[in-house]
């Protein structure tokens, strides 16, 4: 399978916006992460990791990987996982790393595979421009990843109601379980 994955925030239940208004921001005002991983064929979300506000997309993904069941042949993300942990947890899962370089990014001695994956792909966005490298790894189709994250938020919400870390993990499963069920009801088909 081909996981598309991204990221997005979730608001934490709490007094609201009219609070906001009234008394301006509260430095204690927080939100979680939920990382996403979508099948691009069948648009099913075979991973979802609940993290805090701190912790970097990139630092998500082995977790992400732990939770897919299935042979996986690309992985593909935006720029934040463009880190050489995120190239090691890819090929250490099998799987093709797709994952655009930085503008400044650089070449590094290839001292495994890795860095060589990156150093290729660096030296294609160099020569060949970074549009002929998104064409050639099928980078576009990450947008199915926002796609997921838009429908998530727009049939299920942007806020997370239960309290504690536990129960607001198994809040999200829920709601992944959910949206699961709504796409093998049916797509929209285009034509």
Same mark, same amino acid.
Request: aromatic share 8%; net charge positive; hydrophobic share 35%.
């Given at each position: 399978?081909?996981?598309? /994955? *991204? ?14 208004? !009234? ?28 993290? =805090? @506000? ?15 069941? =299935?042979?996986?042949?690309? &992985?593909?993300? @935006?720029?934040?996982? *463009? ?25 590094? !001695? ?11 792909? /660096? ?11 998104? !064409? !050639? ?20 919400? *942007?806020?997370? #109601? ?11 499963? &829920? ?11 049916? #797509?929209?088909?285009?034509?």
């Amino acid at each position: 399978m081909h996981l598309v /994955i *991204d990221s997005t925030g979730l608001k934490l239940y709490g007094e609201g916006e009219w609070k906001v208004r !009234k008394h301006g921001a509260d430095k204690r005002r927080t939100w979680l992460k939920l990382h996403l991983a979508i099948n691009e064929a069948s648009h099913d979300i075979e991973a979802c990791v609940l993290t =805090g @506000d701190n912790v970097h997309d990139s630092e998500a993904l082995p977790e992400i990987l732990n939770q897919v069941e =299935g042979n996986i042949y690309q &992985i593909t993300g @935006d720029g934040a996982y *463009d880190t050489h942990e995120c190239y090691q947890c890819a090929i250490g899962a099998g799987t093709d790393p797709c994952f655009p370089p930085r503008k400044n990014a650089s070449n590094y !001695k290839p001292s495994d595979q890795a860095w060589i994956l990156r150093n290729q792909a /660096i030296s294609q966005v160099i020569y060949h421009g970074l549009k002929y490298w998104k !064409k !050639k790894h099928n980078y576009h189709r990450r947008s199915l990843a926002e796609t997921a994250i838009f429908r998530f938020k727009q049939l299920l919400g *942007d806020k997370i #109601m239960a309290r504690t870390l536990e129960r607001q993990a198994k809040e999200i499963g &829920i709601k992944c379980l959910v949206i699961n069920t709504m796409n093998r009801l049916g #797509m929209p088909a285009y034509s």
